[in-house]
């Protein structure tokens, strides 16, 4: 924790245009959880950090997407987009009340970690009144570059602003920067729009302090930290240097992958101890699971609470709101959604159990369906403990099957089973001797048997 206060000011007022898509940018998700999200929880947290999002016109679901994230979070809008420094200063009201340090960052870079937040702060500690985040890009063009002088910053040039010789630098400006609080508003009323876009450019902070006679410092950081998502292929390269993240995490935390590049994680994902996840299972957002279990090949698995010494797979489906107990098994081509699975159930083969609630113990037979929609609402099945329910039974919700009772494979069942009964229910088989012959003659004869 930090003892200074804070104020970050995430900036997500871009439209995303080269992402060709109706959503907005910071919207589109990276390893289950929109980029906007990554950057909030990476912001400071701590008691007397507080955060601003700048978001732009008709942005309604990004301003969601903030509170439901950071219910604290207070949404400006940036009705003209007129450059990086008015985007901050819609947060004017915000920074007006103050705050040891004030962070800058954007909703479009994912990547971005807690601590490279906490570095950033350290300086003005120190007594530095601007600390910018740079980073040696592999090819700078279209950064701002980090001009510096006998080791001191001195300004930041835009791309298309730089001669020649200042687009040759490879340290560029990677967006975060954390300024003075007691300066910052002195700082960012001072910017203006000289240069060839007619913006505003954050970036001016670095000369007006200098020219304050204050120090600005460079903070440097990994390029792949600092990705700007622009377009989709962008949002791919994100998604890769997440994913190894959140695979490195996982097997640092006692998870055993197989092959770890090829399993896909959510940033949200728990495990317990010894955990194994099999090559090519793919983990959406919402998911825990508990220790000793096995999650077996080609599993897709959203939402679901998974408990000890389960078996998942190969190849299941485990969608949202399901809950499995200690021991469960779930088998090859098993579909569940809205179900919870008390200790002990298996559902080993060919099943979907959606909108259901299964007691300890209770064994699904292959091909096992739970009717739960009549093309108009969803309805429930209950199941209760110790039941066993035979292969290629549909249970009719809403429909309850008692503790212990038993039904025959192959029934329809439209009415509640006590505990302990036993429900067979078929269409009886007619065995009539010498019949296939029958009608193998009949059909040479070009007529049609009769039944
Ligand atoms: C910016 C930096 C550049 C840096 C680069 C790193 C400035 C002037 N330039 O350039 O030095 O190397 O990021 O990726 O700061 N935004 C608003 N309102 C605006 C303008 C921008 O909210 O009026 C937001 C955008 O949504 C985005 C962020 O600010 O999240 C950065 O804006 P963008 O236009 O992408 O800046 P760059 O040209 O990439
Ligand atoms: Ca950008």
């Given at each position: 924790m930090n003892a200074r206060s804070s104020l970050t000011v995430v900036l997500?007022?871009?439209?995303?245009?080269?992402?060709?898509?109706?959503?907005?940018?910071?919207?589109h998700p990276v390893a289950g959880q929109p980029l906007l999200a990554h950057v909030l929880h990476a912001a400071p947290h701590d008691k007397g950090s507080r955060l601003a999002v700048v978001i732009g016109p008709d942005h309604r679901a990004v301003a969601d997407e903030v509170h439901r994230i950071r219910p604290d979070a207070e949404t400006f809008v940036?009705?003209?987009?007129?450059g990086t420094a008015h985007a901050v200063l819609a947060a004017r009201a915000a920074i007006a009340r103050g705050a040891d340090d004030l962070l800058v960052a954007f909703?479009?870079?994912?990547?971005?970690?807690a601590e490279t937040f906490g570095r950033m702060r350290a300086p003005l500690q120190q007594g530095a009144a601007l600390a910018v985040l740079g980073f040696r890009a592999a090819d700078p063009t279209g950064y701002g570059r980090l001009l510096m002088q006998g080791g001191r910053l001195v300004a930041i040039r835009e791309h298309a602003d730089a001669s020649a010789e200042e687009r040759?630098?490879?340290?560029?400006?990677?967006?975060v920067m954390a300024l003075d609080g007691r300066n910052a508003l002195k700082i960012l009323d001072r910017i203006?729009?000289?240069n060839s876009k007619g913006e505003y450019y954050l970036v001016d902070a670095v000369t007006i302090v200098r020219d304050l006679g204050l120090e600005a410092v460079v903070i440097e950081t990994s390029e792949d930290e600092v990705?700007?998502?622009?377009?989709k292929a962008q949002l791919a390269e994100a998604e890769g240097v997440m994913q190894e993240r959140l695979r490195k995490q996982a097997m640092e935390a006692g998870v055993t992958l197989?092959?770890?590049?090829t399993v896909y994680l959510a940033a949200d994902t728990k495990f317990g101890k010894d955990v194994t996840i099999e090559p090519f299972v793919v983990i959406g957002p919402g998911v825990s699971i508990a220790d000793g279990t096995v999650i077996h090949s080609f599993s897709h698995i959203v939402q679901a609470t998974i408990g000890k010494n389960t078996s998942v797979g190969p190849y299941a489906r485990l969608r949202p709101g399901t809950s499995l107990g200690d021991g469960a098994k779930i088998g090859n081509f098993v579909e569940t959604k809205a179900a919870t699975l008390e200790a002990g159930?298996?559902?080993?083969?060919?099943s979907y159990i959606g909108d259901t609630e299964i007691g300890a113990n209770s064994n699904i037979g292959a091909g096992?369906?739970?009717?739960?929609?009549?093309?108009?609402t969803k309805n429930k099945t209950i199941i209760g403990k110790g039941a066993f329910v035979g292969t290629n039974s549909s249970l009719v919700a809403p429909v309850k099957i008692g503790d212990g009772a038993y039904i025959g494979s192959g029934s329809v069942i439209t009415k509640d089973v006590p505990d302990d009964a036993m429900a067979v229910e078929r269409s009886q088989q007619s065995i009539r001797e010498g019949g296939a012959s029958r009608y193998r003659e009949a059909k040479t004869r070009g007529k049609k048997p009769k039944a």
């Open positions: 997500a007022a871009g439209e995303g245009t080269r992402m060709r898509s109706a959503l907005p940018k910071v919207l940036q009705r003209e987009r007129l909703g479009d870079t994912p990547l971005i970690t040759k630098v490879t340290l560029c400006n990677a967006g203006g729009n000289a990705r700007g998502i622009n377009t197989i092959a770890p590049e159930v298996k559902v080993n083969h060919l096992t369906i739970t009717c739960n929609y009549d093309g108009f």
